[in-house]
């Protein structure tokens, strides 16, 4: 080995070692330096950048933009195994009733100096702010209230509380959301809970049937109403009419009788006697002549002779 | 062997490197470092960087990052008797390592040392507030947040004087119930289930027989109305008829007494009637004695 070779070696090396100082910052990620473990740059955007040699210098990268994703309460991986924490999922309402909660977090990194360096845990102290500030919330609140209308306004809220303690913790963390994936009652008590849903449709379903009834029967009355007034309209047409008939031919007729109406009388007497008595017994006798009465009571009861 | 000046100026560079590992160190941003000297704390260095020492002082490095020490789920006794399961955590980080080496020395002793804060801390809050204070839908009973506050400050005195430590947060990530207590929970969370169902129900019911009477009594005013007013129009159409037929009869009232006698006989004798008819009558008279009847 003679002194170039050796010197050869040496320079390449020497380049090589050089060539640590150069890196590439990825798009999607942001990289922060050190230099003898005290921060230098703090933010590193994407792109080649150039620092001093290792292990002057050291660089660290990471994914600034992407989420992270933290389970509090029952974990979903326990679920779909049918291993279930029933301890970390239930929580203590405000009218002391136990329910079971899971929430998903989701966040990224803020300020990569604090996430790197401020919290040997960053994922715990999160999950801890976030369970906290939840279990405050629920504490205060209604199992109802929490089942039903403030989901949306205990998630805003926890995200925001829980935001501003890990501030405190400064563990350079963004929260972006925090989502109640599933809030449901123990499972001791579910049938109940189950029939308080369902008490809920009964009744609107009563009400509706209620409502349905009311719909059928006003309209139907409206209408027999409607029906009695128009036949009672009729009605009061027909007798003016006829009334009016009646009294035109009458008028008429008495018009014609009073010309002659000795004659008119005469006829329309005989005309009547011409319709009724062919249908009637009738007995003649001379006004002068006793009656005897007898005969009458055998010409209506000829079945019996005695 | 013999000893050369290479041999030499190798064993320099040697002895130089060393001393330079030996008096240079980095402190990193994790980092404190407590300079000792033959096992005497002299210096500590929080800043982050390249610092000096003497090669026979020693570096010891302490993570001075915040940690999450969660204590064992432990059962308080509230002011009202209650029990109540407390799982709290703590915020903590090495603030002063040389007091921190001196008491305690390590993470591990450091958290039994937080535990017994905490937990002889919310026994004494626990048993002067009434359960109401943690846990109550009325948000101005609740005092959990200043409790807290004020248990995370003492805390942090207690824990900083004594061994060095910052506590930064003392907080309860989860409120429950003794195990043995739950069972009559469940049994009083289904009875006011119960209840609710009972009431939705019974509302229900009661709306719908409000909505079933007031349907009813709308279609009795609509029918009664009805008929009101179709009594009063045939009413009107029997008046009315009635005042032509008078008007029209009174103009001729003896045609009209002939006229409406006539009608009458003709309903009136039906084959069942016998009339004796006397042979001197206005009918017969003719039929009797002839033409001089006529007259």
Redesign the interface.
């Known amino acids: 080995m003679n002194r170039w070779t050796f010197r050869r070696i040496l320079l390449a090396l020497l380049g090589l070692w050089l060539l640590t100082s150069v890196y590439i910052v990825p798009a999607d990620q942001q990289a922060l330096e ?6 230098v740059s703090p933010r590193v955007m994407p792109g080649i950048h150039f620092s001093l040699p290792w292990p002057i210098d050291r660089i660290t990268k990471l994914k600034v933009q992407q989420l992270q994703r933290l389970v509090v309460g029952g974990d979903l991986s326990d679920g779909v195994l049918g291993r279930t924490q029933p ?1 970390a999922s ?9 329910i079971n909660m899971r929430v998903v977090v989701q966040y990224s990194v803020g300020l990569p ?1 604090d996430y ?6 960053v994922a ?2 999160v999950g ?2 976030v ?2 500030e939840l ?2 919330r629920i ?6 209230a929490i089942l039903t209308t403030e989901k949306a306004a205990i998630q805003e809220e926890v995200r925001a509380a829980a935001q501003k ?1 890990i501030n ?4 350079g963390v963004l929260i972006s959301t925090v989502n109640i994936e599933a809030v449901t ?2 499972p ?2 579910a049938d ?2 189950r ?2 849903a ?3 449709a ?6 509706n ?3 349905g ?2 719909n059928d ?2 309209p ?3 209408g ?3 029906q ?2 128009e ?3 009729a ?6 009419n ?3 008939g ?3 031919r ?2 008429q ?2 018009a014609e ?2 010309r002659a ?1 000795a004659v008119n ?1 005469r006829r ?3 005309e ?2 011409e ?3 062919p ?9 002068s002549g006793n ?1 005897d009465l007898t005969i ?1 009571r055998k ?2 009861e000829p079945r019996n002779p005695q | 062997m013999k000893l050369t000046t290479t041999h030499y100026r190798a064993a320099a560079a040697v002895a130089l490197l060393i001393f330079l590992w030996l008096t240079f160190f ?6 404190f470092v407590l300079v000792t000297q033959f096992g005497k704390p002299v210096r500590t260095i929080a ?4 610092h000096l020492k003497w090669f026979f002082q020693t570096a010891n490095y302490f ?1 001075r ?4 020490y ?1 204590p064992r ?1 432990s059962e308080f006794l509230s002011r009202d008797k209650k029990n109540l399961v407390i799982e709290s ?1 703590v ?1 903590w980080k090495i603030q002063d390592p040389k007091r921190f080496v001196e008491t305690v020395g390590d993470p591990v002793a450091a958290e039994m040392r937080l535990h017994d804060i905490v937990w002889s801390g919310l026994a004494a809050v626990l048993g002067t507030h009434d ?1 109401d204070s ?4 009325s ?1 101005e009973k ?1 005092q ?2 200043q409790v807290l506050d004020d248990l995370t400050a003492s805390t942090d005195r207690a824990a900083l004087t004594q061994y060095g430590i910052q506590v ?2 003392v ?7 003794p195990e043995q207590n ?2 009559s ?2 049994a ?3 009875a ?3 209840r ?3 009431q ?2 019974a ?3 009661e ?6 009477a ?3 009594r ?2 009795e005013e ?2 009664s ?3 009101k ?6 009413g ?3 008046a ?6 008078s ?3 009174s ?2 009232p ?3 007494k ?2 409406r006698t ?1 009608e009458a ?2 309903k009136i ?3 069942k ?8 009558s ?3 008279k003719i039929m009797m004695r002839g033409e001089s009847g006529v007259q």
């Open positions: 050190t230099r003898f473990g005290m921060v301890l239930q929580f203590l309402t405000g009218d002391q009733n136990i100096a790197l360096f401020q919290a040997q845990d715990k102290a801890a702010a369970e906290a279990a405050r504490s205060r609140r209604s199992v109802d303690r405190e913790y400064r563990t009652p123990p001791e008590a109940a809970f029939d308080v369902s008490a809920r009964d009744s609107a379903r009563i009400v049937e209620a409502q009834y009311a029967v006003i139907k009355a409206r027999q109403a409607q009695a007034l036949a009672a309209a009605y009061k047409q027909r007798k003016t006829e009334a009016l009646d009294a035109a009458f008028t007729v008495a009788y009073e109406s009388g329309l007497y005989l009547t006697m319709q009724i008595l249908r009637i017994k009738k007995l003649i006798v001379d006004p009656l009458i010409g209506s | 980095a402190v990193r941003e994790t980092e800043q982050a960087g390249l993570d990052r915040l940690r999450i969660n789920p955590y915020a359960l943690m846990v109550s839908t948000p609740i959990a947040q930064i947060d907080r309860i990530k989860r409120l429950n119930l739950k069972q929970v469940y009083r969370m289904r006011e289930r119960e609710i169902a009972r939705y129900r509302e229900g019911e709306q719908a027989l409000r909505i079933r007031d349907a009813d709308q279609k609509i029918l109305v009805a008929y007013e179709a009594e009063k129009t045939k009107e159409g029997d009315e008829s009635t005042r032509i037929y008007q029209a009869y103009r001729n003896r045609f009209y002939l006229l006539l006989y003709k004798f039906d084959d009637t016998t009339a004796i008819l006397s042979s001197d206005e009918l017969l």
